[in-house]
């Protein structure tokens, strides 16, 4: 009597014995997918940084219009003299330096590793000695430990693209609120007039007029601009 129980089986084919190496055939699927992702989370770190330097740029642009109208300045005529007086061109200003930080803390290099050694990530392959036992490192190891190597730094890679990614959401809402509240008081003429810039305006119209009340009693034809 036959044993159903154990039903035969096909003979392993070449190469699919315990112990033996994948087959490089079988791996070609996944060297393909590790290369792409790879270069994705390439890209996208790239593009966190650009976003960072666009933000970190408008961030400039608003606090040059926003010193331009004397949006953030109070009586003492100088920056951040306002916090008191205007809390809206404080907070605007606040908001708008807290989203230069942000971009600056976007653009700076993210170094995050647990390892000490490896073939991929740049400051692992500078702790070889020289180029050729870097090289003899790369060539010792099999297909799998090379994929292994791809892998481990594309989650180094989407580690760090996240945090970039946060500090960029972040510094873009800031300052999209912060440059906003600086156009708006920059279109209606500054919400909060320097009180200095009005005195002075009114005090040079006054010496206009008495000016040319004294050449009019002395019959002087002469011209005084107007200011």
């Given at each position: ?33 590790l ?30 219009l926003?010193y331009?109208f ?15 007086e ?39 392959i ?39 990614f ?62």
């Amino acid at each position: 009597m036959t044993n159903d129980a154990h039903p035969p089986q096909p003979p392993a084919s070449p190469g699919q014995g315990p112990g033996t190496p994948p087959n490089p055939a079988d791996l070609d699927g996944h060297r393909k997918f590790l290369l792409h992702e790879h270069q994705y989370l390439s890209d996208m770190t790239k593009f966190a940084d650009q976003k960072a330097a666009f933000v970190f740029t408008l961030a400039v642009g608003a606090i040059t219009l926003g010193y331009n109208f004397h949006i953030y300045q109070g009586r003492g005529g100088r920056l951040l003299d306002s916090v008191p007086e205007h809390p809206l061109s404080a907070l605007a200003l606040a908001l708008i330096f807290s989203s230069a930080a942000l971009s600056i803390a976007t653009l700076l290099p993210r170094l995050w590793s647990h390892r000490k050694l490896g073939v991929v990530y740049f400051e692992h392959i500078t702790q070889h000695t020289s180029d050729a036992k870097y090289a003899s490192e790369v060539s010792r190891m099999e297909d799998v430990e090379l994929l292994h190597e791809i892998a481990t730094h594309c989650y180094t890679l989407a580690v760090i693209a996240q945090r970039k990614f946060r500090c960029a959401k972040w510094a873009l809402w800031a300052g999209t609120i912060g440059g906003a509240l600086t156009l708006i008081m920059a279109l209606v003429g500054g919400l909060y007039p320097d009180p200095n810039l009005h005195a002075a305006q009114q005090a040079i119209a006054s010496v206009d007029r008495s000016a040319a009340a004294v050449m009019t009693a002395l019959d002087l034809d002469l011209p005084f601009p107007d200011i």
